[in-house]
C-alpha cells in the first residue's frame, strides 16, 4: 500500500518522519525525552513491520530502516524547553493533513488512525504499573494528536 500510494517520494519522506515527530511529541510531553520511550517507540515500528492489520507492514518496515537515525536527526533539531519543542514538533505534524487530504478516504483513513494509535502506545511506554494509568496529562492531551485533522472511514456504496 505505502509504495502505491499515489504522492511524491517527498511526502512519503514526510509520512516516515511523521513516526519520529510523534514518539518526539509525546516523549518530550512532560519536558524530559526517556530512553525507554525511544526504544519502545522503535520496537512499536519493527512489530507494525511484520504484522499489521490495515495494510501498513511495508510503510513501518520503511519506518523502522531508519527510525533511529531519524530520531537522533529530529531530536538534534529541537528547539530548547518543552513549549517550544511541542510547538515545533506540532507544526511538522500539521503538514500532514496536507498529505492525507491527497489520498484516498481509505488510504488518509487507516494512516490517520496508525498515527493516533502509535501515539497512544508511545504514550503508554513508561510510568505506571505494569504500564497500567501510565499516560500522563500533558501525554492524554497530545496522544489524539489534534493538531491532525480527524479522518473518518467513508463506506463505499
Do not use: C
Amino acid at each position: 500500500m505505502y509504495h502505491n500510494l499515489n504522492i511524491s517520494e517527498e511526502e512519503k519522506t514526510t509520512l516516515r518522519k511523521a513516526i519520529s515527530w510523534i514518539t518526539l511529541l509525546i516523549a518530550s510531553a512532560d519536558g524530559t525525552i526517556e530512553e525507554e520511550e525511544l526504544a519502545w517507540a522503535e520496537k512499536i515500528t519493527k512489530i507494525r513491520g511484520y504484522n499489521n492489520p490495515e495494510k501498513l507492514s511495508d510503510f513501518y518496515d520503511a519506518v523502522g530502516k531508519d527510525f533511529a537515525a531519524t530520531i537522533d536527526a529530529e531530536t538534534k533539531a529541537l528547539p530548547e524547553g518543552k513549549e517550544a519543542m511541542k510547538t515545533h514538533l506540532s507544526t511538522k505534524l500539521e503538514g500532514i493533513n496536507q498529505i492525507l487530504a491527497k489520498l484516498e478516504n481509505r488510504e488518509a483513513y487507516i494512516y490517520y488512525k496508525s498515527f493516533v494509535t502509535f501515539a497512544e502506545h508511545v504514550a503508554k511506554s513508561t510510568g505506571g504499573f505494569l504500564r497500567f494509568f501510565s499516560i500522563g496529562p500533558e501525554e492524554k492531551k497530545l496522544m489524539e494528536l489534534p493538531m491532525l485533522t480527524k479522518i473518518e472511514y467513508i463506506e463505499e456504496a
